[in-house]
């Protein structure tokens, strides 16, 4: 069983950053597609963001473009999603995912919570 860990989550003040990091202890996370997605009290769950293997290619939901980055680490076996300028309504439960190619995700985390309020 695939087990994804996602950490970085907290309160933050809108204007605020906060860098979410997800890891993997049995997967080479450099041989997936890694994703984030987000999901609020109410909602739907919806992509943010999602990076390929190989290329690099990576997508960014046009609510958090410009504002959200993604990257690997590869020595460290992470992604990280940066967040910056972060708005009320990024508020949510961030999930990270893992699969052959963006958006087919097989593995998923268990979230952490992003809160940003004043």
């Known amino acids: 069983q695939v087990h994804l860990v996602e950490s970085g989550g907290g309160l933050v003040q809108p204007g605020g950053s906060l860098r979410l990091s997800c890891a993997a202890s049995?997967?080479?996370?450099?041989?997936?597609?890694i994703g984030w997605s987000r999901q609020a009290p109410g909602k739907e769950r919806e992509g943010v963001s999602c990076i390929n293997s190989g290329n690099g290619n990576a997508w960014f939901a046009d609510s958090v473009k410009g504002r959200f980055t993604i990257s690997r680490d590869n020595a460290k076996n992470r992604v990280y999603l940066q967040m910056n300028s972060l708005k009320p309504e990024d508020t949510a439960v961030y999930y990270c995912?893992?699969?052959?190619?963006?958006?087919?995700?097989?593995?998923w985390g268990q979230g952490t919570q992003v809160t940003v309020s004043s």
């Open positions: 049995d997967l080479i996370l450099d041989y997936y597609a």
């Open positions: 995912a893992a699969g052959g190619a963006c958006p087919a995700l097989d593995y």
